[in-house]
């Protein structure tokens, strides 16, 4: 099957039907600033490359400029009476129809919400869609010392491939290393039940009510 990425992403629900993820609009931009903003995302190793962005403008700006032209979704929590409120992102940073190769990224989900099996559940719902789009591969790269990432990403079903070293410089001179993970679509029919039974297990729901 041959990969076909349409232009304009689809708006998708999660399997619970708790979050909807939508194409990234900019009226997205002030809410991922403010999620930005957190001390807590910047620790993980998020983009050293650059200087951390101060102030609501120099956020915006960084937004602007590295997630200009992406297939990015923004991640939505469903709540009562119709509402909803805005929770992270997640995309796509690059794709070659050939190969069939997805590359995945540029995911923020708010701190308030770690280890309430958001990105998890996002995920299925992410890799259930480019699948049925025809990707044979999807990867990502992630900063070795984001333990918490690298952990998540093997627990779900990815396999760590190796280690790209000296890959990218960070705003200090010193180099960074990423970990290069990936998912087959042959893999995708054992690991997506697996993914499911884990989405069914204990975790931080109580987070979700706010």
Not at 11 to 34: K, S
Not at 118 to 147: M, P, Y
Not at 176 to 204: K, Q
Request: aromatic share 8%; hydrophobic share 40%.
């Amino acid at each position: 099957m041959a990969l076909f990425l349409p232009e304009t992403l689809p708006t998708l629900q999660t399997v619970t039907g708790r979050f909807v993820l939508a194409p990234f609009t900019p009226l997205d931009v002030e809410p991922l600033a403010r999620l930005l903003a957190r001390d807590e995302i910047w620790s993980q190793g998020f983009s050293d490359s650059e200087a951390r962005p101060a102030g609501e403008a120099e956020l915006a700006a960084f937004v602007d400029r590295r997630f200009a032209g992406l297939q990015v979704f923004s991640v939505y929590r469903q709540l009562p009476q119709g509402q909803s409120r805005f929770v992270g992102t997640t995309g796509i940073t690059d794709h070659d129809d050939l190969s069939e190769r997805v590359k995945i990224g540029r995911t923020v989900i708010d701190p308030d919400l770690w280890g309430a099996k958001v990105n998890h559940e996002v995920k299925i719902t992410l890799l259930d869609w480019l699948f049925s789009c025809g990707a044979g591969r999807v990867e990502c790269d992630v900063d070795a010392r984001n333990q918490r990432s690298l952990s998540s990403l093997v627990r779900f079903g990815f396999t760590a491939e190796g280690t790209r070293r000296r890959s990218s410089r960070n705003i200090d001179g010193l180099w960074r290393d990423f970990v290069i993970l990936s998912l087959l679509t042959e893999e995708w029919p054992d690991v997506r039940p697996r993914a499911l039974a884990a989405l069914a297990g204990p975790s931080r729901a109580d987070l979700l009510a706010v």
